[in-house]
């Protein structure tokens, strides 16, 4: 980002504070300024922990993304490994990718019932929403990535007699290798919109249950400071994960 570009942004930033300022100004709805007071009480001890529903901003926010973690990374590994299938087998890929657009469609909270029904867990259930709104985007990149791989390289492989394994790891991850990224970052930020829902309606300890806790509380300041950690959050997450795709992404 250029200096112009930031000027830019800084300015714009001021200007959506003077009107947020503007049309709270004399109404029951927060004030930037407000915010900015509980910010500071909520981050002057970010880590402590006073119980099982008393902890800091920190530590929900370690939740959420450990949860994030674990669902995301599962899905990715399930993803990867039946995308890199079903795009070596363009046929049975044509067949099944209605149904897989059709699952990918589906909010993974329209799951959410019917998996706490039958786990009656609340902490798998919300692993299990967020593996669902990763799986999808990352399945689906991931075969088409694959089937569209140049023959010219799969036949290179089967003249030199390349064993199954090295032919994966050096010949179709690498040559699929920036659908593959494009999905993955499409599921990363599927999975963090799912995971706070989740929390929020299962009470799961992190952002989601912070959020719905203070609603609870009737504390819309703290409301409106939860949604803006949670942004920020995905902001920097969404960019570690960019940093890292680049370093993982195949360029001639």
């Given at each position: 980002?250029?200096g112009?570009?930031?000027?830019?942004s800084?300015?714009?930033g001021?200007?959506?504070?003077?009107?947020?300022?503007?049309?709270t100004?004399g109404s029951?709805?927060?004030?930037?300024?407000?915010?900015?007071?509980?910010a500071?009480e909520?981050?002057?001890?970010?880590?402590?922990d006073?119980g099982?529903?008393?902890?800091?901003?920190g530590?929900l926010?370690?939740?959420?993304?450990?949860?994030?973690?674990a669902g995301?990374?599962?899905?990715?590994v399930?993803a990867?490994?039946?995308?890199?299938w079903?795009?070596?087998?363009?046929i049975?890929?044509?067949?099944?990718?209605?149904?897989i657009?059709?699952?990918r469609a589906?909010?993974?909270?329209?799951?959410?019932?019917l998996?706490?029904?039958?786990?009656k867990?609340s902490?798998?259930t919300?692993?299990l929403v967020v593996?669902?709104?990763s799986?999808?985007p990352?399945?689906?990149?991931?075969?088409?990535?694959?089937?569209n791989i140049?023959?010219d390289?799969?036949?290179?492989a089967?003249?030199?007699?390349?064993?199954?394994?090295?032919?994966l790891?050096r010949?179709?991850?690498?040559?699929?290798?920036?659908?593959?990224?494009a999905?993955?970052?499409?599921?990363?930020?599927?999975?963090?919109?799912?995971?706070?829902?989740?929390?929020?309606l299962?009470?799961s300890?992190?952002l989601?249950?912070?959020?719905?806790n203070?609603?609870?509380?009737?504390?819309l300041?703290?409301?409106?400071?939860?949604?803006l950690v949670?942004?920020?959050?995905g902001v920097?997450?969404?960019f570690l994960f960019?940093?890292l795709?680049?370093?993982?992404?195949y360029?001639?």
């Amino acid at each position: 980002m250029n200096g112009r570009a930031i000027i830019l942004s800084c300015s714009l930033g001021c200007l959506m504070l003077l009107l947020w300022h503007v049309a709270t100004a004399g109404s029951e709805l927060p004030t930037p300024s407000a915010v900015l007071k509980v910010a500071r009480e909520f981050l002057r001890s970010p880590f402590y922990d006073a119980g099982p529903n008393d902890k800091g901003i920190g530590i929900l926010a370690a939740y959420s993304i450990g949860r994030l973690a674990a669902g995301f990374g599962c899905a990715s590994v399930c993803a990867v490994l039946l995308g890199v299938w079903l795009g070596r087998r363009p046929i049975l890929f044509a067949a099944l990718n209605p149904y897989i657009q059709i699952l990918r469609a589906i909010s993974p909270i329209a799951w959410m019932p019917l998996l706490l029904y039958s786990v009656k867990d609340s902490g798998i259930t919300a692993f299990l929403v967020v593996f669902m709104a990763s799986l999808w985007p990352t399945l689906a990149n991931t075969a088409f990535g694959v089937a569209n791989i140049k023959k010219d390289y799969l036949n290179v492989a089967a003249i030199l007699q390349i064993s199954p394994l090295k032919t994966l790891l050096r010949i179709i991850l690498p040559a699929a290798g920036p659908t593959i990224v494009a999905g993955l970052k499409i599921s990363m930020g599927s999975a963090w919109v799912a995971v706070i829902p989740a929390e929020a309606l299962l009470g799961s300890m992190g952002l989601g249950y912070f959020v719905w806790n203070e609603w609870n509380n009737l504390s819309l300041t703290s409301v409106v400071f939860a949604i803006l950690v949670i942004g920020i959050v995905g902001v920097i997450v969404d960019f570690l994960f960019s940093r890292l795709s680049r370093r993982l992404a195949y360029t001639d």
